[in-house]
């Protein structure tokens, strides 16, 4: 019965990938949508335990963009800040990565940033996926692959100055939680 109630949940968490056949009547659906490999990820995959006290590694990786090498943070989120990375142009590339050996359950990558326009200052903050309510949380025994990944494209605005910052937010499959340290980046177009 709990597997029936999850399910559908589940399903409406989606990521959008359009590549990927629907999970089977018989196949329990990953919280990322039925995305088998999780995002490009390794097709390794875990049967989850029963129990899991570590939480799972979380790393994004921030590509600058002209040639730039990526900054590459991971979790736990440091005290001290690094300083912030220069855009080659009004665009967050970037990739947030989850690895787990017990399983993994979802990946999200946030862009938090604000935008200084003609004098206006304009927040923003983008997840993808969107945020959802209800708690990532896998059944013991389904099988999980131990990494997911999921790459993006956030368009800025062109002709602004815009500060933010970019981080994963990773969820095992038993639900313990970690958040990568933030690659904070600045572009200004002038």
């Not at 006290?53 to 440091?78: D, F, K, N, Q, T």
């Not at 999980?144 to 981080?167: K, N, Q, T």
């Amino acid at each position: 019965m709990r597997r029936l109630l999850v399910l559908p949940l589940v399903a409406l968490a989606g990521c959008g990938s359009s590549d990927a056949p629907p999970p089977s009547s018989r196949a329990v659906a990953v919280p990322d949508g039925g995305v088998r490999a999780g995002h490009g990820a390794p097709r390794a995959s875990v049967p989850v335990p029963e129990r899991d006290a570590s939480p799972p590694l979380a790393i994004v990786a921030l590509s600058p963009g002209g040639g730039a090498e990526p900054v590459v943070h991971r979790s736990p989120v440091r005290p001290r800040r690094a300083a912030p990375v220069t855009l080659a142009g009004p665009e967050v590339r970037a990739t947030a990565l989850i690895r787990d050996p017990e399983g993994t359950g979802r990946i999200r990558l946030t862009v938090k940033y604000v935008a200084e326009c003609a004098g206006t200052r304009r927040p923003r903050v983008i997840h993808r996926p969107p945020a959802q309510i209800e708690r990532i949380r896998l059944a013991p025994g389904v099988q999980a692959p131990v990494e997911r990944r999921r790459s993006e494209r956030i368009p800025l605005p062109a002709a602004c100055r815009v500060e933010g910052e970019a981080f994963a937010d990773a969820t095992n499959a038993l639900g313990l939680e970690s958040f990568s340290d933030p690659v904070r980046f600045v572009y200004d177009e002038g």
